[in-house]
């Protein structure tokens, strides 16, 4: 009896102890466990997701407020040049398409050198050919007189049917440039005269000085002055002959020849004659002719233009020596 009673709590406790070592280590293993999480750095695949997820959502482009996302994030993105029109379709228009480029040949930048030529020749710049007495200035200067006589002077027109005559001292004169200008004197008085310049003031004339007749000075003040402050410029005279005329000089042949402008309106600037398709322009003299030394243009036609940058061409006169010869032009009022 003694024996069974013994035996029966030894099973007992083997069976405890059977029982109670894998508990324990399940109970071990669950702190051990809890331990694990709770140390840092432990879960370390739990924190990194968080991470990974965001860089993702970083990669990703962000929905525009207002916009609303694809219902089925797997269709695919619409392509940029569906949705934004590339610069080449909408936002610059290919040149050849909308706005062709003129071709050199048809419209060119400059003409060519010829044709610039004649357009020079034909509308010369007035600025150019005004020379010293420019139109639309005023001059200021010293009235003196002399005694002009008949009225001729180094212009050469020859006597004058008017003594409202002047000479123009050599600055201005400008080898001949100022023969013939109407000119509008004014005194500091308040008088004024107009006369006409046919002849040269050389030293001591100073610029825009000018050597009035006596009847001219007289206008103006009392001869006994003596010097009178001035003003003066050029004018464009309504009265002048309907016609200008055309003088050879004398000596004047088919081998060479001198021509002078008589009645002009206006200051002549330059005289031309025909060379070789085009025109020359002859060399003016101190007496107010322009010279061909060559005979070239001799008898032909003349192109005369003023210091305005008008032009006047001249029919072919013939060669008369010392004879005044009319045409059918005259140049406009200014």
Avoid at 26 to 33: D, E, K, S, T
Avoid at 35 to 62: C, H, I, M, R, Y
Avoid at 73 to 78: E, H, I, N, R
Wanted: charged share 15%; hydrophobic share 35%.
């Amino acid at each position: 009896m003694k024996a069974t009673k013994h035996a029966a709590p030894q099973s007992n406790r083997r069976r405890g102890l059977t029982l109670g070592i894998p508990l324990a280590l399940v109970a071990v293993g669950v702190l051990v466990l809890l331990a694990f999480t709770l140390l840092p750095g432990g879960g370390d695949g739990a924190v990194s997701a968080e991470p990974a997820a965001a860089s993702v959502a970083a990669t990703e482009p962000s929905t525009p407020s207002g916009v609303s996302a694809p219902a089925d994030p797997t269709s695919p993105t619409p392509s940029p040049s569906a949705t934004t029109p590339t610069p080449s379709a909408t936002a610059t228009p290919s040149p050849s398409a909308t706005t062709p480029t003129p071709k050199p040949s048809a419209t060119p930048a400059t003409p060519p050198p010829s044709a610039a030529a004649s357009s020079a020749r034909s509308v010369p710049a007035s600025a150019s050919q005004a020379g010293q007495i420019k139109p639309g200035a005023s001059y200021q200067g010293i009235a003196t007189s002399y005694d002009a006589a008949d009225g001729n002077g180094a212009c050469s027109f020859g006597p004058s049917g008017d003594m409202m005559v002047a000479a123009m001292n050599s600055t201005d004169y400008e080898t001949s440039k100022a023969c013939g200008a109407s000119v509008l004197v004014r005194a500091a008085n308040g008088a004024s005269i107009t006369v006409r310049i046919v002849n040269e003031c050389p030293l001591p004339c100073a610029p825009g000085q000018l050597d009035l007749s006596h009847e001219a000075f007289g206008k103006l003040a009392d001869l006994s002055v003596g010097r009178l402050p001035i003003t003066w410029t050029l004018l464009s005279p309504g009265t002048a002959p309907d016609t200008m005329s055309i003088r050879y000089k004398v000596g004047s042949s088919q081998w060479w020849c001198g021509i002078q402008v008589i009645g002009h309106r206006n200051p002549v600037a330059a005289l031309e004659v025909p060379a070789g398709g085009g025109w020359r322009q002859l060399t003016r003299t101190d007496y107010n002719y322009f010279l061909s030394p060559d005979g070239s243009g001799c008898g032909g036609r003349i192109r005369v233009t003023d210091v305005y940058g008008e032009q006047l061409t001249v029919d072919a006169l013939p060669v008369k020596p010392d004879a005044v010869q009319p045409t059918r032009v005259q140049f406009s009022r200014h």
